[in-house]
């Protein structure tokens, strides 16, 4: 008998993917079917349902759906949901399809066939609308609202079948899980309670912070990185999981951590995707969420604890996963200690000087932007070790090192004229 948190709104998860020989027919079919172009942030949702790590949506949503969940959080059967699942198409698309017709879901960017969908439903939406109620902006600088700008004028809603979950579980075969897989793990591990530690960025000694104190007052932790669709910029996937890798390995017990990856698009909405990523965490097994500060974020749009408030904004019984609220985490040189905005006395920022060594008595908090963190390792200065562990440390600089080879090249073959 499991003892984890129920699926959301289910009794149990509900994958849409497609096994086996079912799958192989839907595939033959959806080759004669009109196609439909997704974008990366739909094709990354359509996975999530195949799944079931959006259990209970069974497809993109109609209009109804998606005015409720824009509104007032919920579809219009009163399913809580904090943001619109839908797909998108041209008005050319929209105008040759009927209710009833069946299409292939195609990933605009392999062109592969990633599902199908019975169309229940055409509809146009008022984009800016959306964007006001999700993102809390309609500044086209936001990435999320951006996707939402540029997507087709007209919506098709419908149940899916998914037939691929893309180059995930190959790409990421070391952490890439489903929910099913995740909640068999935990299951075999006795937990009941389980804390998700949503990643996105290496972690340094701030997430471990937080990671040790979940796993002091739950069974265990679940670092669970995103492995979809980030901005440019941001340190890639597979270096992440041997950075985590290296921490885990030296600095936790192993019998209290599992590491996982899920393949959404980060909108960077702020405190509502910190609610969707508290839906999907219920449905991977979790019964509390790390939610740290500026959670989901980008820029200056949200407040740095909004994220924390709209848990208590949401009518009770909206989930049952609850928030681990947590403070700004640092190291304090005067504490002695990581501590939080919440437990340090101590206001000052430490210095760190051009050799990154801390100035004694300088001041307090260590506070590392990632422009001087990057600045310090691309001159092979030393990182203070109460940001960051060596092994941490070690794997990002052979990263950004082999970056600005590249660069290097190109400069030169730019100068030279040499191809190779
Ligand atoms: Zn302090």
Redesign the pocket.
């Known amino acids: 008998m499991t003892q984890l948190v129920k699926p959301h709104g289910a009794n149990e998860l509900k994958p849409l993917l497609l096994e086996g020989k079912e799958k192989e027919e839907e595939l033959q079919k959806a080759q004669r079917l009109p196609r439909v172009a997704m974008t990366s942030r739909e094709t990354s949702d359509l996975i999530m349902m195949g799944i079931g790590a959006f259990t209970p949506l069974e497809g993109f949503m109609g209009y109804d759906d998606w005015k409720g969940v824009c509104a007032d959080f919920k579809r219009a059967d009163g399913l809580f949901w904090p943001i619109p699942i839908t797909l998108s198409t041209s008005e050319e698309v929209a105008a040759s399809l009927r209710a009833g017709d069946e299409v292939a879901l195609v990933d605009s960017e392999t062109d592969e066939v990633m599902g199908t969908l019975r169309l229940s439903e055409k509809y146009q939406i008022d984009k800016a609308y959306e964007c006001k109620e999700v993102f809390k902006t309609t500044d086209t600088e936001h990435p999320g609202v951006l996707k939402v700008m540029e997507q087709g004028a007209w919506n098709l809603a419908g149940p899916v079948k998914v037939l691929s979950e893309s180059y995930y579980p190959r790409e990421f075969a070391s952490i890439y899980q489903r929910p099913a897989e995740a909640r068999r793990i935990f299951e075999q591990r006795g937990w009941s309670t389980v804390a998700a530690l949503q990643l996105r960025n290496p972690m340094h000694n701030s997430h471990a912070y937080l990671a040790w104190i979940a796993i002091e007052v739950c069974d265990g932790v679940y670092i669970h990185q995103l492995v979809g669709k980030l901005k440019p910029g941001d340190i890639p996937a597979e270096v992440r999981v041997r950075a985590i890798q290296a921490l885990v390995d030296n600095y936790f017990r192993p019998d209290r951590v599992v590491q996982g990856g899920y393949p959404m698009e980060m909108r960077y909405a702020g405190p509502r995707e910190a609610l969707l990523h508290a839906v999907f965490r219920q449905n991977y097994g979790c019964s509390h969420l790390i939610v740290g500060r500026d959670h989901a974020g980008v820029g200056d749009y949200y407040g740095p604890f909004d994220a924390h408030r709209i848990f208590n904004e949401i009518p009770a019984g909206s989930l049952e996963l609850q928030p681990l609220r947590m403070d700004w985490t640092f190291y304090?040189?005067?504490?002695g200690s990581m501590?939080s905005m919440k437990?340090?006395?101590?206001d000052s920022k430490a210095t760190i000087d051009d050799e990154g060594n801390y100035v004694p008595g300088s001041g307090?908090?260590l506070l590392l932007s990632g422009t001087l963190l990057r600045k310090l390792m691309s001159e092979g200065k030393n990182i203070p070790k109460e940001f960051s562990k060596p092994e941490v440390i070690a794997i990002l600089k052979e990263y950004y090192d082999q970056l600005e080879e590249k660069v290097d090249i190109k400069l030169h073959q730019a100068a030279t004229g040499e191809k190779k």
């Open positions: 304090c040189y005067e504490c501590a437990t340090c006395p101590h307090a908090r």
